[in-house]
């Protein structure tokens, strides 16, 4: 790693820089280098002389780095710095249904990609492409769908039309809608807040949002609830043990009082947290976890694979875990979201108070209270009709056509109220759409069942206390096609067509911003602020574009 001599910065300037992040507000050495890690990246600094009062500034960062002033090296620079982390994404492509007459996933209720796109194209314009999970874009938003009846945990709604940027397509939109409940009537919550306060928590987009997230929560609990917190930054602390939710005032000032300070290694914070949640633990009721972080997860766990068999363990003992990610440069998004998911838990990404208000009040119930879990999506296509497919997102969702009928195999959580939205490109057998397929020696003679359905949407589901699944079908044939685009599918499309253009997909074809805002011209979206809010941004994608 080249070194950037002290030439290329005043002594002075570098003296100043250290003497003010060993200040850390009044912080420790360990503090102060927290801060550092907050606004730069901690993978290059090393040791030198400074001619001047300090001369001898070293300590030890997490990364088992060391920072004595006179070499500084290039990614120290705040222009370069970024130390945020996500999955490489494998857009999926079209299928033969000759080949693959079954597509199967799991359900995804998190939002988390939409509000961090959101952040980045509010602050810079540029958006990371691997950051752009679709699916989590098209959830973020509420969509107008029937309402379950009787004793079914969500109902199934469809729309078929024609997509607008592929002439050769349909456009398929499966949605689910999870049962409200009643927050007076809703179970016991016992809570245990897992806070990440490490040094690089020191800023206004991070603890202090943080902190007024979790006291919003707080101000929603009642008597029969319980509240415990833990803190980790050098090591683990019990902050607040099992206080009942209408001791508001307890709460908030253990939650206010809290300060950034500290490396992030070795606590066993974690596991503090799930001892808590069983001591505590409400038969029938709601018991969670809930990390919070900057992507700082060095929780007392160092290996991951152990990490997420404690997850998973917890979770069969009913312990479940959510996980919330605050501000910018050190976002770890592939590990927060594989965290919740194997907590049967969601992820989201917190970048505003009305961004926490949206997760943490408006929609409580679907972010705390589960209504189904383990539900799994099977899609079986008729080869009468249809040629090929495309499921837009849910790419790290997707399952093997056997784990549909598996119940030891885990699959995504409906929380109340929640809705999930999942959308197909459809060829049909007339389509010019080219769709790659392989000839089957054995099944080139096959017989087709006489029906008029398009295709059949198989859904298998748990009830939260459940160990064993239900089957829940719904048909589609040519009747539920309009050439008019219905207005759930409508909206849900742009979002999705927006996605692709931000991802460079290469099955946008004929998607644009200006066809987006074509679409969106003609919905009625001022009602809804968050709907609204995302016409504003792509407008300015455009502009920037």
């Given at each position: 790693?080249?070194?950037?001599?002290?030439?290329?910065l005043?002594?002075?300037?570098?003296?100043?820089?250290?003497?003010?992040?060993?200040a850390?507000?009044?912080?420790?050495?360990?503090d102060?280098?927290?801060?550092?890690?907050?606004?730069?990246?901690?993978?290059?600094?090393?040791?030198?002389?400074?001619?001047?009062?300090?001369?001898?500034?070293?300590?030890?960062?997490?990364?088992?780095?060391?920072?004595?002033g006179?070499?500084?090296?290039?990614e120290?620079?705040?222009?370069?710095?970024?130390?945020?982390?996500y999955?490489?994404?494998?857009?999926?492509?079209?299928?033969?249904?000759?080949?693959?007459?079954m597509?199967?996933?799991?359900?995804d209720?998190?939002?988390?990609?939409?509000?961090?796109v959101?952040?980045?194209?509010?602050?810079?314009?540029?958006?990371?492409?691997?950051?752009?999970?679709?699916?989590?874009?098209?959830?973020y938003?509420?969509?107008?769908?029937?309402?379950?009846?009787?004793?079914?945990?969500?109902s199934?709604?469809?729309?078929?039309?024609?997509?607008?940027?592929?002439?050769?397509?349909?456009?398929?939109?499966?949605?689910?809608?999870?049962?409200?409940?009643?927050?007076?009537?809703?179970?016991?919550?016992?809570?245990?807040?897992?806070?990440?306060?490490?040094?690089?928590?020191?800023?206004?987009?991070?603890?202090p949002?943080?902190?007024k997230?979790?006291?919003?929560l707080?101000?929603?609990?009642?008597?029969?609830?319980?509240?415990?917190?833990?803190?980790?930054?050098?090591?683990?602390?019990?902050?607040?043990?099992?206080?009942?939710?209408?001791?508001?005032?307890?709460?908030?000032s253990?939650?206010?009082?809290?300060?950034?300070?500290?490396?992030?290694?070795?606590?066993?914070g974690?596991?503090r947290a799930?001892?808590?949640?069983?001591?505590?633990?409400?038969?029938?009721?709601?018991?969670?976890?809930?990390?919070?972080?900057?992507?700082d997860?060095?929780?007392?766990?160092?290996?991951?694979?152990?990490?997420?068999?404690?997850?998973?363990?917890?979770?069969?003992n009913?312990?479940?875990?959510?996980?919330?990610g605050?501000?910018?440069?050190?976002?770890?998004?592939?590990?927060?979201?594989?965290?919740?998911?194997?907590?049967?838990?969601?992820?989201?990404?917190?970048?505003?108070?009305?961004e926490?208000?949206?997760?943490?009040?408006?929609?409580?119930?679907?972010?705390?209270?589960?209504?189904?879990?383990?539900?799994?999506?099977?899609v079986?296509f008729?080869?009468?009709?249809?040629?090929?497919?495309?499921?837009?997102?849910?790419?790290?969702?997707?399952?093997?056509?056997?784990?549909?009928?598996?119940?030891?195999?885990?699959?995504?959580?409906?929380?109340?109220?929640?809705?999930?939205?999942?959308?197909?490109?459809?060829?049909?057998?007339?389509?010019?759409?080219?769709?790659?397929?392989?000839?089957?020696?054995?099944?080139?003679?096959?017989?087709?069942?006489?029906?008029?359905?398009?295709l059949?949407i198989?859904?298998?589901?748990?009830?939260?206390?459940?160990?064993?699944?239900?089957?829940?079908?719904?048909?589609?044939?040519?009747?539920?096609?309009?050439?008019?685009?219905?207005?759930?599918?409508?909206?849900?499309?742009?979002?999705?067509?927006?996605?692709?253009?931000?991802?460079?997909?290469?099955?946008?074809?004929d998607?644009?911003?200006?066809?987006i805002?074509g679409?969106?011209?003609?919905?009625?979206?001022?009602?809804?602020?968050?709907?609204?809010?995302?016409?504003?941004?792509?407008?300015?994608?455009?502009?920037?574009?």
């Amino acid at each position: 790693m080249r070194k950037i001599v002290a030439r290329l910065l005043s002594v002075s300037m570098v003296a100043v820089m250290i003497i003010l992040g060993l200040a850390g507000c009044g912080k420790s050495k360990s503090d102060s280098h927290e801060n550092v890690r907050g606004n730069y990246t901690a993978q290059s600094v090393t040791k030198g002389e400074v001619d001047g009062s300090i001369s001898n500034a070293s300590y030890d960062m997490d990364a088992g780095l060391e920072m004595t002033g006179l070499y500084v090296e290039e990614e120290l620079l705040p222009e370069q710095f970024n130390a945020e982390e996500y999955n490489a994404i494998t857009e999926n492509n079209f299928k033969s249904v000759k080949n693959y007459p079954m597509s199967t996933f799991s359900v995804d209720v998190d939002t988390a990609s939409y509000s961090n796109v959101r952040r980045m194209i509010t602050s810079t314009g540029e958006v990371v492409p691997d950051a752009v999970r679709i699916e989590e874009m098209i959830n973020y938003f509420k969509y107008d769908y029937e309402k379950p009846t009787g004793d079914l945990p969500f109902s199934v709604n469809t729309e078929l039309s024609d997509c607008p940027w592929n002439k050769d397509a349909k456009l398929l939109l499966i949605g689910l809608q999870a049962r409200d409940i009643d927050l007076d009537d809703r179970p016991s919550s016992n809570l245990v807040f897992l806070l990440d306060v490490s040094g690089s928590m020191n800023s206004p987009n991070k603890l202090p949002l943080m902190q007024k997230a979790f006291i919003m929560l707080t101000e929603n609990l009642n008597e029969n609830d319980r509240i415990s917190i833990v803190t980790y930054a050098g090591d683990e602390r019990v902050v607040l043990q099992g206080a009942r939710g209408d001791e508001t005032m307890k709460i908030v000032s253990a939650l206010e009082d809290l300060m950034a300070g500290g490396s992030t290694a070795g606590a066993a914070g974690i596991q503090r947290a799930y001892d808590l949640a069983e001591e505590y633990f409400i038969e029938g009721g709601n018991n969670r976890v809930i990390l919070a972080t900057d992507g700082d997860l060095n929780v007392g766990i160092t290996s991951e694979g152990e990490l997420t068999r404690l997850i998973e363990n917890k979770r069969k003992n009913g312990v479940y875990l959510s996980v919330l990610g605050f501000g910018t440069g050190n976002i770890k998004d592939n590990k927060m979201e594989a965290l919740a998911d194997n907590g049967n838990g969601n992820y989201s990404y917190i970048d505003s108070v009305l961004e926490a208000k949206k997760v943490l009040v408006d929609e409580m119930g679907g972010t705390l209270f589960t209504v189904a879990k383990d539900v799994k999506l099977q899609v079986e296509f008729n080869p009468a009709y249809i040629k090929g497919y495309r499921l837009i997102g849910y790419e790290n969702r997707l399952l093997n056509t056997e784990d549909f009928d598996d119940d030891t195999k885990d699959a995504g959580e409906i929380g109340a109220g929640h809705r999930v939205t999942a959308l197909y490109e459809i060829a049909l057998l007339t389509s010019e759409q080219e769709i790659p397929e392989s000839d089957l020696k054995y099944q080139s003679e096959q017989r087709l069942i006489d029906s008029n359905e398009w295709l059949t949407i198989n859904i298998r589901y748990k009830e939260p206390d459940q160990d064993r699944s239900q089957l829940l079908s719904v048909p589609v044939d040519e009747s539920n096609y309009s050439s008019v685009m219905p207005e759930n599918l409508s909206f849900a499309s742009s979002v999705a067509a927006f996605g692709m253009i931000l991802r460079d997909s290469k099955w946008k074809k004929d998607t644009s911003y200006d066809m987006i805002l074509g679409i969106l011209d003609n919905l009625e979206l001022s009602a809804d602020e968050y709907k609204d809010e995302f016409v504003s941004l792509v407008k300015k994608m455009k502009r920037v574009g």
